[in-house]
């Protein structure tokens, strides 16, 4: 552990390392919380685990952490197998959820703790506490308790203790779900600006996938232990490697079609396949309510069900006559002309969907 | 390699030594009880004083004085859980909902029994009990009166836990509305709602009211406490069986209860351990 | 705040709802007359009398009679007793507590050790001397035994004094006491704390002395004082097991009490009672002040 610490500039050029986690297996009595699951982190990215409760995203977390035992499998960081050094040693930061500021030391004393462990002399300690606090914007908080903080500010006090070791890989654990939605949205931008900063390796867990979206590099949505795609955002919502990932992320339709050649037959048009699509017969398209186009015709197909006005867009709900009901998202001036009881044709947009076989 | 589970070893060795050497010295005691009290005369096991225990003919003719505690004791249990009761969960009710300033005063009167032992408040209701002697008698039930406050710090702690887990104004409000009395909204909307905390408090009140000796004998009544003593110079071995069968008892009865009031506590924590 | 009104009429918002605080008072009334008969006056017959002398007047004599060289050591006694045998159950306890903690939270082991213990706390008085005599008294199980291997406990009187065998009788209920009062701390410290430590760096030993120490110390050192308290109080064990002459104070309150004393000798019963009452207080509200504490910390 290096007790020389430049300031925060200083960190991302010499602390960019990466992190490989390959084939991780860890059983709870019957429950297999890690099934094999192998993923790499480039030196500085920010990649989130994104999945339901359970999937073993926090598993995967605490396992890279060293709070957990793996069963099986190998964890590197900066090329070196950590797998058995104890937790302590392994130099990251960590962000949890809720409770983890030390109760009876004031924030400073907080960010201060890695190191003084470390043996970081006094001026030096409170220069990069200092440092760190107006990092996360807290530095008239530093004499204050965690019971006096709002649930905010003691996850910003959290991140600044987590970042004064200046770690190797910087661990988040849902560090956003015990907080209200709007700080929840303010404090992921910050936490993003930061660890861009800082250029921290980072991995974040969450089972919020606009979250997820909206600040890593990189999203692996996770199910049952394993992952089920890992890609950029816009990857991963546009091009869904499977049915699971298309409906975690984001609100999907699920249409009768049918599959050959290639191509989709559904809603009376033809759209291209994804891979991994099903091949041919009777299948089911997952298509995005904004690539739906709705139009009114009185020979339509559809029946309008319900419309919203949500301010900057428009939702509505319609059914057709072969009894599916379709949410499409459309333009909010638009919407305003649509009316329950009206009929319209509902039309995708010919931009590839992936296709499920209809069992 | 795997060292959480190492640490988890080795805190389950911890825990099994501790626990084991401090079980020792908690059961010593209570093996020795039963070993008295199963001592054949020459030598050798005998279950006589047990049997004579519970052969009740024989404790009414031989240790009447024993009798006469049990059944005292018994009365003082029920009677001080019953004015408790009727003196605490009324007021307390109250106070949160008319008189929230009085709350701490409340509080501190119901915890000063704890600063005033009973060897204390016994030298002080000594002129006071003169007077209940001369209104209502020498029985030992009405030892109650103390006893009550005595009991006064433990039943405020359990019945105000369970005054706080539930929205009292809110309840009491509704069922107003709806036309309750004063009356049934204690008894039929609050009191259902505190049951655990009521059962907690009644608990302790038996145990303390079982266990009491120096304020019985002090002021010259008779409890069982009293009786076990007066008997232990007579017969210790009956005395003995007479207080490992009421420990017996207690345990069992708060084991039970251990039950009963987590339930609902235990089910959130298992739920919250999977994510 | 709304006012409670049958269902059908309007409500004016805004009203005050104590429009009659004579009216709500009453209902604390009960409450109130009780506690002043059977504890307010209690108290203040001995804080009082401890005052008055000869024919009710007042008088310093009660409190001059307090310096007697047996009243003194008696109270030396109690002091000493609770001490040691406060320390003791704080620290056998404080493993204990911490022991049962590490198993599983709702498992059998928590929840009879916590039966055990609430049942043994209050154990106390008689019953307890007994046990105690059946264990190592004159025919005490342990006794014999031990006169089997060679070993001779030095007479059997030995139980009924109080620097040896009250210090093992009252120990006893201590650390019962001491499991139900800091097992609550300890299970208060969150997992988190431990797990943030050693992702910065902490050994269990830094865990130990940075965080888990400073945080439990106001609990421990509350417990010790709630301990002390608890055995300087203890009447009933004592007064079953100690048949000559009153070691400790509570047993000198009690001979005041229950022997006939020389006319002007009476009230130094409730002297000798209000210098506990003085004891326990102070003990009482360093107690307070520490709880106020640990509940910030602790979050509950």
């Known amino acids: 552990m290096s007790t020389h610490l430049a300031s925060v500039r200083d960190d991302a050029a010499t602390k960019g390392v990466g992190v490989r986690l390959t084939d991780l297996r860890r059983t709870y009595g019957t429950v297999r919380a890690l099934d094999g699951l192998t993923l790499s982190i480039e030196p500085g990215e920010l990649v989130a685990l994104l999945g339901p409760s359970g999937c073993g995203k926090t598993t995967a977390l605490r396992v890279l952490a060293g709070l957990e035992d793996a069963d099986g499998g190998r964890v590197e960081v900066g090329g070196r197998d950590i797998t058995a050094v104890p937790t302590n040693k392994r130099d990251m930061g960590m962000v949890f959820q809720a409770y983890s500021l030390f109760p009876h030391m004031t924030t400073r004393q907080n960010v201060e703790f890695g190191l003084q462990l470390r043996g970081v002399a006094g001026a030096r300690r409170r220069a990069r506490a200092t440092e760190m ?84 590099d990189r999203v692996g949505v996770m199910r049952s232990g394993n992952l089920e795609q890992l890609a950029a955002p816009r990857e991963l919502y546009a091009r869904p490697a499977t049915a699971f990932v298309a409906d975690f992320v984001g609100l999907t339709n699920r249409l009768a079609a049918t599959v050959e050649s290639g191509r989709a037959h559904v809603l009376g ?16 398209v997952l298509i995005r309510p904004e690539a739906l186009a709705v139009t009114e015709d009185s020979n339509g197909t559809a029946t309008v069900v ?28 638009a919407v305003t002309g649509f009316s329950p009881g009206d009929r319209v044709t509902i039309t995708p947009r010919p931009d590839a969907a992936l296709a499920v076989s209809a069992d | 390699m795997r060292l959480q589970a190492t640490r988890r070893r080795r805190q389950a060795w911890f825990r099994r030594v501790v626990v084991g050497v401090v079980g020792l010295f908690f059961a010593l005691p209570l093996v020795a009880m039963v070993e008295f009290t199963t001592r054949a005369p020459g030598g050798g096991r005998s279950l006589d004083t047990w049997t004579t225990l519970f052969d009740l003919s024989a404790v009414d003719r031989d240790y009447p004085e024993l009798k006469t505690g049990l059944i005292a004791s018994a009365g003082l249990a029920v009677l001080t ?116 905390a009521v059962l907690l408090a009644a608990f302790l009140s038996v145990a303390l009211v079982l266990g009491e000796f120096t304020i019985a004998s002090l002021l010259n009544r008779d409890n069982l406490q009293v009786a076990i003593n007066l008997l232990g110079k007579r017969n210790a071995s009956i005395s003995i069986a007479v207080s490992f069968a009421a420990l017996l008892i207690a345990f069992l009865v708060l084991f039970a209860m251990s039950f009963v009031g987590n339930g609902r506590r235990l089910r959130r924590v298992r739920r919250s351990k999977e994510s | 705040m709304a006012e409670l009104t049958a269902p059908g009429t309007t409500v004016a918002p805004g009203r005050p709802t104590s429009r009659r605080p004579t009216g709500a008072l009453l209902g604390v009334l009960p409450f109130f007359g009780y506690t002043a008969i059977f504890l307010l006056t209690p108290t203040l017959v001995v804080v009082i009398g401890a005052f008055l002398g000869d024919g009710n007047r007042p008088s310093l004599g009660n409190v001059t009679a307090l310096t007697q060289p047996q009243v003194v050591s008696a109270f030396v006694n109690s002091v000493v007793l609770s001490a040691v045998t406060a320390v003791l159950g704080a620290v056998f306890g404080a493993l204990l507590s911490y022991a049962v903690a590490t198993g599983r939270p709702g498992g059998t082991l928590r929840r009879v050790m916590t039966a055990l213990c609430g049942v043994l706390a209050q154990f106390g008085g008689v019953t307890l001397a007994f046990a105690f005599v059946a264990t190592v008294g004159m025919q005490g199980f342990v006794t014999i035994w031990l006169q089997k291997i060679g070993v001779d406990l030095a007479g059997s009187t030995w139980l009924f004094e109080p620097t040896r065998g009250l210090v093992l009788v009252y120990t006893y209920f201590q650390i019962p006491l001491m499991l139900i009062v800091f097992l609550p701390a300890v299970e208060g410290l969150r997992p988190q704390w431990r797990e943030a430590a050693e992702t910065l760096g902490g050994s269990t030993w830094d865990y130990w002395r940075h965080v888990a120490g400073p945080i ?56 000798m009672a209000l210098g506990m009452v ?22 509950r």
Not at chain 1, 161 to 190: C, F, G, H, M, Y
Not at chain 1, 269 to 284: I, K, R
Not at chain 3, 278 to 299: C, D, K, N, P
Request: glycine content about 6%.
């Open chain 3, 216 to 271: 439990l110390a106001p609990s421990f050192i509350g417990a010790l004082l709630l301990l002390f308290t608890n055995a300087f109080s203890a009447y009933a064990t004592a007064a079953a097991l100690v048949s000559q002459g009153s070691p400790i104070i509570p047993l000198q309150i009690g001979g005041a009490l229950s022997s006939e004393v020389l006319l002007g000798q009476e009230n130094v019963g409730k002297a």
């Open chain 1, 269 to 284: 048009a033809s759209v291209p396949l994804l891979p991994g699509s099903a091949q041919s017969g009777a299948a089911s």
């Open chain 3, 278 to 299: 003085v004891i326990v207080a102070v003990v009482m509200t360093l107690y307070a002040v520490l709880e106020r504490r640990t509940t910030r910390w602790l979050g």
């Open chain 2, 81 to 196: 859980v019953v004015i408790m009761l009727v003196l605490l969960v009324p007021t307390m009710t109250w106070v949160r909902l008319r008189l929230p300033g009085m709350r701490r005063t409340i509080e501190f009167i119901c915890l000063l029994p704890l600063t005033i032992p009973a060897i204390v408040l016994v030298v002080g209701l000594a002129p006071v009990y003169a007077w209940v002697t001369y209104f209502l008698g020498e029985s030992s039930i009405w030892l109650c009166f103390a006893y009550v406050v005595l009991v006064l710090p433990y039943a405020y702690r359990a019945l105000d836990a369970g005054l706080s887990a539930i929205d009292v104004k809110t309840l009491a409000e509704a069922a107003r509305s709806l036309g309750a009395s004063w009356f049934t909204v204690m008894w039929k909307v609050i009191l259902p709602n505190i049951r655990t």
């Open chain 1, 306 to 333: 319900s419309s919203s006005f949500l301010g900057s867009l428009g939702r509505v709900t319609a059914r057709t006559d072969g009894g599916e009901t379709v949410l499409a998202q459309i333009d909010n001036a």
């Open chain 1, 133 to 216: 606090l107006e990092l996360v914007g807290l530095e008239t908080q530093a004499d204050r308790y965690a019971h006096q903080l709002s649930g905010g500010q003691q996850q910003r006090v959290a991140l600044a203790r987590a970042l004064a070791i200046a770690p190797q890989v910087l661990l988040l654990d849902e560090p956003l779900s015990a907080l209200d939605a709007k700080v929840r949205v303010q404090l992921r931008e910050e936490i993003r600006r930061i660890q861009l900063e800082v250029g921290t390796t980072t991995l974040f867990v969450t089972h919020d996938q606009e979250e997820a979206l909206a600040i890593a």
